[in-house]
C-alpha cells in the first residue's frame, strides 16, 4: 500500500480544493492519520474506496474523541537592551491563549480485496457546542452506520446525510452526551461503600450529620437503615 | 433466612400440630402420612418454581449452565424456564441491569402473578458492580422491585446460583398461609405491582422508590 503522504498528494492533485493534514501519532505504534475537511470528505471516502490501488471497501471501526478547549501558555524569550549599557537582559514574556475544542470522528479503513489497511480518517467539528455538524460516511460504507449512532449518542456529533440518524444505546428523550468530557453524571452517590476519588467528593454530599461519638462509632460501626427523610 | 423449624410458633393446626415430629415420623413408617395444607402447598411450591427465562448479561450464561446436565437445575424442580411471565414464579435478574432496560425489567415483575420471588444474581444486578458509576447502569435492582435472594460473584457459579435457589426453598418453606406472619402474597395490603419509571432526560424518573429502597447510613468520621 502507498504511504499515507503519497495518499496525501494523490488525494491533492485529485481534488485540489480539499485541506488535508496528516496527523502524526508521536508513539512507537506511528499510526498516523489523515485529517479531512468537512466539505469533501464525502467525495474523498468515495475516492479512497473506489480507487483500484487504495480499494479501501471496509470500514471496521468509527469513533469520537472530545478535545475540549484548553487554556495554552506561549513563552517567548526577548532580549532587551538596557538603556545603561550594560549587559541585555532576557525578558520572558508570557501570552494566553485559548485553543479552542472541537470533537472528532475518526474511522479505520480497510482493503479487503487488497488486504491491506488500516487507513485512519479524521473530521473535526468547527465547535463543540452548536457547529457539530459532519458528513456521515455510511452512503459510502455501510457499517459506519451504528457506529455513527453511537458517535452521535455519546459525542453529540450531528452526521448529515446519515439514513436513521437515532440515539442506540440511550433513550430518545436523553438530552446529555454521555462520553463528553465536561458530562455530569446524576447525583444518585447516596450510597457508596468504599468512595475514594471523585466519587467520595460526591457522596460526601450524601453523608448524614457527623455523630455525636465519632471515635465510638469508629470502633464498632454499624448499618443502620436511614429513616424516611421529612 | 428464616429457618422454619426455630421460628414457628405453636402450630394452630390441629391437623398435624397436636403431634410431634417422632410420632408424624412413627406414623409414616406405618405408611400414614400426616400433614398440613400449609406443608403441603409449601412443599408442592418450593419444588416447582419456574423462571422467567431472560438474561442481561454475562450471568445469564452462568444461568444457562445452571440448567445444563452438568449442574442440572432440574433437581430442584426449577428447569421449566417460562418465556411468559404470567406463567412464572422467580425472577432471576441474571446481569447489568442498564437505565434504558429497568422500566422494562419492572415492567416484566408487575406482569408475573402472585406468588412471585426475585433473585438478584451477581454484583450488577445487586449494586451496579463494576459498572456502579457508569452513566447507564442501574445501581441495584432493589431500587426498584423487591428483592429476595441476593447471590453476589462476577459473575457467581452455577453452584451458587443453586444455593440461592435452595435458599428461596426455604424461605417459601417457612412461609405462613395465616396468621400474623403470613407470607407476603396473602397479604392484601402489601403491594404487588410497582411504579415503572419512566425516562427523564438526564436519569430515570424517579431513580429510585422511596417506598423500597432507602440507602443505609453507615456513621464515619468527618
Same mark, same amino acid.
Given at each position: 500500500?502507498?504511504?499515507?503522504?503519497?495518499?496525501?498528494?494523490?488525494?491533492?492533485?485529485?481534488?485540489?480544493?480539499?485541506?488535508?493534514?496528516?496527523?502524526?501519532?508521536?508513539?512507537?505504534?506511528?499510526?498516523?492519520?489523515?485529517?479531512?475537511?468537512?466539505?469533501?470528505?464525502?467525495?474523498?471516502?468515495?475516492?479512497?474506496?473506489?480507487?483500484?490501488?487504495?480499494?479501501?471497501?471496509?470500514?471496521?471501526?468509527?469513533?469520537?474523541?472530545?478535545?475540549?478547549?484548553?487554556?495554552?501558555?506561549?513563552?517567548?524569550?526577548?532580549?532587551?537592551?538596557?538603556?545603561?549599557?550594560?549587559?541585555?537582559?532576557?525578558?520572558?514574556?508570557?501570552?494566553?491563549?485559548?485553543?479552542?475544542?472541537?470533537?472528532?470522528?475518526?474511522?479505520?479503513?480497510?482493503?479487503?480485496?487488497?488486504?491491506?489497511?488500516?487507513?485512519?480518517?479524521?473530521?473535526?467539528?468547527?465547535?463543540?457546542?452548536?457547529?457539530?455538524?459532519?458528513?456521515?460516511?455510511?452512503?459510502?460504507?455501510?457499517?459506519?452506520?451504528?457506529?455513527?449512532?453511537?458517535?452521535?449518542?455519546?459525542?453529540?456529533?450531528?452526521?448529515?446525510?446519515?439514513?436513521?440518524?437515532?440515539?442506540?444505546?440511550?433513550?430518545? /428523550?436523553?438530552? $446529555?452526551?454521555?462520553?463528553?468530557?465536561?458530562?455530569? #453524571? !446524576?447525583?444518585?452517590? &447516596?450510597?457508596?461503600? *468504599?468512595?475514594?476519588? /471523585?466519587?467520595? $467528593?460526591?457522596?460526601?454530599?450524601?453523608?448524614?450529620? #457527623? !455523630?455525636?461519638?465519632? &471515635?465510638?462509632?469508629? *470502633?464498632?460501626?454499624?448499618?443502620?437503615?436511614?429513616?424516611?427523610?421529612? | 433466612?428464616?429457618?422454619?423449624?426455630?421460628?414457628?410458633?405453636?402450630?394452630?393446626?390441629?391437623?398435624?400440630?397436636?403431634?410431634?415430629?417422632?410420632?408424624?415420623?412413627?406414623?409414616?413408617?406405618?405408611?400414614?402420612?400426616?400433614?398440613?395444607?400449609?406443608?403441603?402447598?409449601?412443599?408442592?411450591?418450593?419444588?416447582?418454581?419456574?423462571?422467567?427465562?431472560?438474561?442481561?448479561?454475562?450471568?445469564?450464561?452462568?444461568?444457562?449452565?445452571?440448567?445444563?446436565?452438568?449442574?442440572?437445575?432440574?433437581?430442584?424442580?426449577?428447569?421449566?424456564?417460562?418465556?411468559?411471565?404470567?406463567?412464572?414464579?422467580?425472577?432471576?435478574?441474571?446481569?447489568?441491569?442498564?437505565?434504558?432496560?429497568?422500566?422494562?425489567?419492572?415492567?416484566?415483575?408487575?406482569?408475573?402473578?402472585?406468588?412471585?420471588?426475585?433473585?438478584?444474581?451477581?454484583?450488577?444486578?445487586?449494586?451496579?458492580?463494576?459498572?456502579?458509576?457508569?452513566?447507564?447502569?442501574?445501581?441495584?435492582?432493589?431500587?426498584?422491585?423487591?428483592?429476595?435472594?441476593?447471590?453476589?460473584?462476577?459473575?457467581?457459579?452455577?453452584?451458587?446460583?443453586?444455593?440461592?435457589?435452595?435458599?428461596?426453598?426455604?424461605?417459601?418453606?417457612?412461609?405462613?398461609?395465616?396468621?400474623?406472619?403470613?407470607?407476603?402474597?396473602?397479604?392484601?395490603?402489601?403491594?404487588?405491582?410497582?411504579?415503572?419509571?419512566?425516562?427523564?432526560?438526564?436519569?430515570?424518573?424517579?431513580?429510585?422508590?422511596?417506598?423500597?429502597?432507602?440507602?443505609?447510613?453507615?456513621?464515619?468520621?468527618?
Amino acid at each position: 500500500m502507498e504511504s499515507l503522504e503519497q495518499i496525501r498528494d494523490r488525494l491533492l492533485t485529485r481534488f485540489p480544493a480539499a485541506k488535508l493534514e496528516l496527523v502524526l501519532n508521536p508513539g512507537p505504534a506511528a499510526e498516523h492519520s489523515l485529517l479531512l475537511d468537512a466539505a469533501s470528505a464525502r467525495e474523498i471516502a468515495l475516492f479512497l474506496r473506489d480507487d483500484p490501488f487504495l480499494g479501501l471497501d471496509y470500514c471496521s471501526n468509527a469513533t469520537g474523541i472530545d478535545w475540549p478547549g484548553k487554556e495554552i501558555v506561549d513563552t517567548v524569550k526577548k532580549t532587551v537592551p538596557d538603556p545603561a549599557g550594560g549587559p541585555e537582559k532576557i525578558v520572558e514574556e508570557k501570552t494566553k491563549r485559548i485553543q479552542p475544542g472541537c470533537l472528532e470522528a475518526v474511522y479505520h479503513v480497510y482493503s479487503m480485496a487488497l488486504k491491506h489497511g488500516p487507513v485512519i480518517l479524521r473530521m473535526r467539528t468547527a465547535n463543540r457546542s452548536d457547529q457539530v455538524t459532519l458528513p456521515s460516511l455510511t452512503p459510502v460504507w455501510k457499517s459506519c452506520d451504528f457506529q455513527e449512532r453511537e458517535i452521535y449518542d455519546l459525542y453529540g456529533i450531528v452526521f448529515e446525510g446519515h439514513p436513521d440518524l437515532r440515539r442506540l444505546l440511550m433513550w430518545d /428523550g436523553f438530552k $446529555d452526551h454521555p462520553m463528553r468530557r465536561d458530562y455530569v #453524571a !446524576p447525583d444518585d452517590y &447516596e450510597w457508596e461503600p *468504599t468512595p475514594h476519588g /471523585g466519587v467520595l $467528593d460526591r457522596a460526601k454530599a450524601h453523608y448524614p450529620a #457527623a !455523630p455525636a461519638a465519632p &471515635e465510638v462509632a469508629a *470502633t464498632s460501626p454499624q448499618i443502620t437503615p436511614e429513616g424516611p427523610k421529612p | 433466612m428464616s429457618d422454619p423449624s426455630s421460628t414457628r410458633a405453636p402450630d394452630p393446626f390441629p391437623a398435624a400440630g397436636n403431634l410431634s415430629d417422632a410420632e408424624r415420623e412413627d406414623l409414616r413408617r406405618h405408611g400414614i402420612l400426616l400433614t398440613s395444607l400449609e406443608e403441603l402447598y409449601n412443599w408442592g411450591r418450593s419444588n416447582s418454581i419456574w423462571p422467567l427465562q431472560f438474561g442481561l448479561a454475562c450471568c445469564a450464561i452462568e444461568m444457562i449452565a445452571a440448567a445444563t446436565a452438568r449442574f442440572d437445575i432440574a433437581r430442584f424442580g426449577a428447569e421449566i424456564f417460562r418465556p411468559s411471565p404470567r406463567q412464572a414464579d422467580l425472577m432471576i435478574v441474571s446481569g447489568t441491569v442498564t437505565k434504558k432496560m429497568a422500566p422494562l425489567v419492572v415492567r416484566l415483575w408487575n406482569q408475573m402473578p402472585e406468588p412471585k420471588y426475585c433473585i438478584a444474581m451477581g454484583a450488577c444486578a445487586i449494586s451496579g458492580g463494576p459498572f456502579k458509576q457508569g452513566y447507564n447502569v442501574l445501581k441495584g435492582i432493589d431500587r426498584y422491585i423487591p428483592v429476595d435472594i441476593y447471590i453476589p460473584g462476577c459473575p457467581p457459579r452455577p453452584e451458587a446460583l443453586l444455593h440461592g435457589l435452595t435458599q428461596l426453598q426455604a424461605q417459601i418453606k417457612g412461609e405462613r398461609m395465616s396468621g400474623p406472619d403470613t407470607a407476603r402474597h396473602l397479604r392484601p395490603e402489601e403491594p404487588s405491582e410497582f411504579p415503572i419509571p419512566d425516562y427523564g432526560a438526564h436519569d430515570l424518573e424517579p431513580p429510585r422508590n422511596p417506598d423500597l429502597f432507602q440507602p443505609p447510613s453507615l456513621p464515619r468520621k468527618a
